[in-house]
């Protein structure tokens, strides 16, 4: 289903950011590694520029660990692909799972294919269990 929906996409930079994460979350298989047969997904945390500072990042993540639990997931997960979303998700104690530094992804010349401006310098696939 994932697939289809990449495949649809037209923009070209989301398609290679959500192929990326798509075949990460893939191959790190989690709902064998914690069997389970849910997991609760937040993606793509973004504030507007003149909101922050405020810790609206931190309570967007907070409403949604509460979502997942009034809804009995017992895992979160993150892509957490920018140092400020990487920080809220380390400061209410999510984990680290799998981390690819930007600089060692490459295409097939060789060439970095994502060059985000500083601090932002890799993806990391993030989880929270919940009880």
């Known amino acids: 289903k994932e697939k ?7 923009d070209e930079k989301f398609k290679q950011i959500f192929t990326l994460l798509n075949n990460l979350n893939e191959s790190l298989d989690l709902f064998t590694k ?32 509460g979502v997942a639990k009034e809804n009995n997931f017992q895992i979160v997960k ?23 530094k930007y600089v060692d992804h490459l295409d097939e010349s060789g060439e970095q294919i994502f060059k985000p401006s500083p601090p932002h310098q890799s993806l990391k696939i993030m989880i929270k269990m919940l009880n």
Do not use: P
Not at 39 to 47: E, G, T
Not at 94 to 99: A, D, G, Q
């Open 4 to 10: 289809e929906k990449l495949e649809k996409m037209t």
């Open 34 to 65: 914690y069997d389970v047969d849910k997991l609760f997904d937040a993606r793509i945390l973004s504030v507007d520029s003149n909101y922050r500072g405020k810790g609206l990042g931190k309570e967007i993540i907070r409403r949604a660990e």
């Open 78 to 100: 993150g892509d957490a692909t920018g140092a400020f979303s990487q920080k809220i998700l380390i400061s209410l104690g999510w984990e680290l799972l799998h981390e690819m």
